[in-house]
């Protein structure tokens, strides 16, 4: 925890109590299925004209997607146009795991992308066109429709393979923090593209960095855009971190209230955080806060090196207690995520 973050986080909680019980009472209602239907009434401010036709045009253009005979490669393909949401919504996330693992295979990840088209992408890409010596292919799932990384190598080879050369160091043989850590490149791109979705609409800006490891997107943020409010999270205290909460029993709102109240402090701002009719998600929305939720979640079950000890041979289902433990982490995580593209599609 940083040297600044005395509050400890009973004293946080306490001052939240009846709040952060509510927030966890929504969303066990949403783990059962209370979630608003797509395209109901929003309480968003309505999506000008201009921003609509900039969404539309951007509907119709072209996107990456993978080809149907599941190898690495990608075809040019047309995106739907389809019905995308309120344009001055604040509430983005962006997952990352191994695009050969299998998080992406869960079944709450791909109703997540189903459900919400046009508004959930899938965007892969690998670190070796990032300046990595090692190719580590990469997926994001976010809702950042202009974030288009390069494809992943070696269907669209990068500067190396072009140049005849092998992948150097492999990702396997490097140190833990190096193999983690996300090429600054890709950082860029990223919050590039959010910037470019909630740039003209936010005030301010929050990114949760929710499992932030050894701190290259919290590092990278900090420097490049010093206006960003960055609140990291990890178990493990190997950075400048503001929690270290166990993401298997915390909930991604429990990190939102605390960033919230770790950023905006007065006494004003925090009595209306705790008591935002809305949530905590309501106090964001009218302070025009926007929120970038980053999750580089674990691979250690769902990466191809893991696959052979916690899945069932060439599926996803679990069969240590560890995945179970897993696959339950991150349905909580995409149940929150559900609740908050929901809140104002
Ligand atoms: C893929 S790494 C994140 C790497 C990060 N993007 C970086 O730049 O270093 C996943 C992280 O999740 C953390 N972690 C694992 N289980 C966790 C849990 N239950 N709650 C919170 N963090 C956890 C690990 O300590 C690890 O740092
Ligand atoms: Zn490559």
Redesign the pocket.
């Given at each position: 925890m940083s040297d600044d973050e005395t509050d400890p986080l009973q004293q946080i909680l306490a001052k939240h109590e009846t709040f952060h019980a509510r927030l966890l009472r929504e969303e066990a209602s949403t783990l059962e299925g209370k979630k608003r239907k797509h395209g109901s009434s929003s309480k968003c401010t309505p999506i000008s004209m201009h921003r609509k036709v900039e969404q539309e045009r951007d509907n119709e253009e072209v996107e990456q997607v993978e080809e149907k005979n599941g190898n690495d490669g990608f075809r040019q393909k047309k995106r739907r146009s389809l019905p995308s949401r309120d344009e001055t919504h604040l509430f983005d996330f962006s997952i990352?795991n191994p695009f050969d693992g299998k998080l992406k295979d869960l079944a709450c990840v791909r109703s997540l992308i189903a459900d919400f088209p046009n508004v959930v992408f899938e965007t892969p890409t690998s670190y070796c066109h990032y300046g990595y010596p090692y190719q580590k292919r990469t997926v994001f799932i976010t809702t950042l429709p202009t974030f288009r990384p390069t494809p992943p190598c070696p269907k669209r080879p990068c500067a190396a393979r072009q140049n005849g050369f092998k992948h150097g160091q492999q990702a396997a043989r490097s140190s833990s923090?190096q193999k983690?850590?996300?090429p600054n490149g890709l950082v860029d791109e990223l919050v590039d593209a959010w910037m470019r979705r909630v740039g003209k609409t936010a005030l301010q800006f929050l990114i949760v960095?929710?499992?932030?490891?050894?701190?290259?997107?919290s590092s990278r943020i900090q420097t490049r855009h010093p206006r960003v409010h960055v609140f990291s999270?990890?178990?493990?205290d190997?950075s400048n971190i503001n929690m270290t909460?166990?993401?298997?029993t915390f909930s991604l709102g429990s990190l939102l209230i605390l960033a919230a109240s770790r950023f905006w402090t007065d006494e004003d701002d925090l009595r209306r955080q705790s008591e935002h009719p809305d949530g905590i998600l309501g106090w964001l929305r009218d302070e025009k806060i926007a929120v970038l939720l980053h999750i580089?979640?674990?691979?250690e079950t769902y990466s191809t090196n893991a696959l052979a000890r916690h899945r069932k041979r060439g599926t996803v289902e679990p069969k240590t207690q560890e995945a179970v433990t897993a696959d339950a982490?991150n349905e909580r995580i995409v149940a929150y995520l559900r609740r908050g593209l929901n809140f104002c599609v």
């Open positions: 990352e923090a983690n850590s996300i960095d929710v499992f932030s490891g050894w701190g290259s997107v999270n990890d178990i493990v190997r909460l166990d993401m298997r580089s979640t674990p691979c982490m």
